[in-house]
């Protein structure tokens, strides 16, 4: 059966530093991958699309980026946090795109600081 | 404007009880309507994916209800559990995009 993994669960970090949260799918191949951000009492805002190793979509200008270096790995990144960026970053996988399934992994919960 | 409202935004009800949520869409062109079950801290869940032809689908105690004429959509929950403390989110795929229009969701609050 198809997993995804998310970590870390929970991370604190300052304005300015860097951020790497990382996203693992297992027991399938060659997933469409996403990565959403939920604020507090907002719906879910879809930040980066991939269909493809190296492929990457982004949906809103920000100062995060995504990458995908690996099938079944995607990352999500920044050079600087701001204040802004904090939330519940969700990956998600999907086996295709309109009509298919979308899993969720456990989330991180990121505060800037 | 592609647009997911959902209602109320709160809901607290005695355990037993049934409740339904309410889901109205501006989504166009539609493919599907999802409904998904957010545990405070944890990941989105489906519970259920309704095409236009389709009218209602149950999981468990969960039932959906879709009007693709007045772009609307229900979700009841019938004989409430503790457990079913949670946000209820209702999802709208357009067309062939790989993009889903989320609501921001309907907390329930199922007390003893």
């Known amino acids: 059966s198809q997993t995804i993994h998310q970590w870390p669960a929970t991370l604190v970090q300052p304005v300015g530093s860097p951020l790497s949260l990382e996203c693992t799918v297992e027991?399938?191949?060659?997933?469409?991958l996403y990565w959403y951000r939920q604020a507090a009492g907002r719906g879910l805002q879809l930040l980066f699309y991939?269909?493809?190793?190296?492929?990457i979509s982004s949906e809103v200008p920000q100062n995060l980026s995504a990458s995908r270096p690996q099938d079944r790995q995607f990352i999500l990144s920044s050079k600087k946090l701001l204040l802004s960026d904090s939330g519940f970053y969700l990956c998600?996988?999907?086996?295709?795109?309109?009509?298919?399934?979308?899993?969720f992994g456990p989330g991180t919960r990121l505060t800037v600081t | 404007k592609n647009q997911v409202e959902q209602s109320p935004q709160s809901l607290i009800i005695l355990e037993g009880k049934n409740c339904t949520l309410q889901?109205?869409?501006?989504?166009?062109?539609?493919?599907?309507l999802r409904w998904y079950k957010q545990d405070t801290g944890r990941g989105p869940v489906s519970l259920t994916i309704?095409?236009?032809?389709?009218n209602t689908k149950s999981n468990g105690r969960y039932t959906a209800t879709l009007d693709a004429d007045t772009k609307q959509s229900s979700l009841h929950i019938t004989a409430s559990q503790l457990s079913d403390s949670a946000s209820y989110i209702c999802?709208?795929?357009?067309?062939?995009?790989?993009?889903?229009?989320f609501g921001s969701g309907t907390r329930l609050l199922v007390r003893p």
């Open positions: 998600a996988w999907s086996a295709g795109t309109s009509g298919y399934e979308q899993y």
């Open positions: 027991g399938t191949s060659n997933p469409n």
């Open positions: 991939s269909v493809g190793i190296g492929q």
């Open positions: 889901c109205n869409y501006t989504v166009s062109p539609f493919s599907n």
């Open positions: 309704m095409t236009f032809s389709e």
């Open positions: 999802v709208v795929s357009g067309g062939s995009s790989y993009k889903l229009i």
